[in-house]
């Protein structure tokens, strides 16, 4: 089989699942399948979880901001301190600006823990 031929079977199949899973899955398109995840053709939720990408990103700016002050105020006063706080400010701010009323399967508390633990288990890669 030449190389075009079993890149239009290939297209063709790939084109077919993504249409299988669209009927399946309502109006979600899957990423390429080394990624998992799902493309939303709906506008409205399509915004709506853009919106809480981007407070994700601000949400992570701020606990890497609540990490770094604490390695900072450990090495000027030579005495641990604590985070807690800092970083539950961090998770109040971007759950009280994270609106998911158009995209309801998003949860905003489970993705600020998430990303708490996971930050918080690689800080010692950083400090």
């Known amino acids: 089989m030449a190389l ?3 890149c239009t ?19 979600s398109i899957p ?3 080394d990624d998992s995840g799902y493309l939303i053709s709906d ?3 399509s915004k709506c979880e853009q919106k809480v990408a981007g ?12 990490h770094s002050k604490m390695a900072d105020a450990s ?5 641990p301190v ?8 961090a998770i109040s701010a971007f759950l009280a600006k994270t609106d998911v009323t158009a995209c309801p399967c998003v949860d905003p508390s489970n993705i600020a823990s ?11 890669a950083l400090y």
């Open 75 to 79: 090495f000027t006063t030579m005495t």
């Open 82 to 89: 604590d985070d807690e706080s800092c970083e539950s400010t």
């Open 43 to 45: 506008s409205a939720k």
């Open 9 to 27: 079977v290939i297209l063709a199949f790939v084109v077919a699942t993504a249409l299988v899973v669209v009927a399946r899955a309502g109006a």
């Open 4 to 6: 075009s031929t079993r």
């Open 55 to 66: 407070n994700v990103a601000k949400l992570a700016k701020g606990l890497l901001k609540c």
């Open 31 to 33: 990423f390429v399948p």
């Open 114 to 124: 998430l990303w708490e633990g996971s930050l918080d288990t690689q800080n010692s």
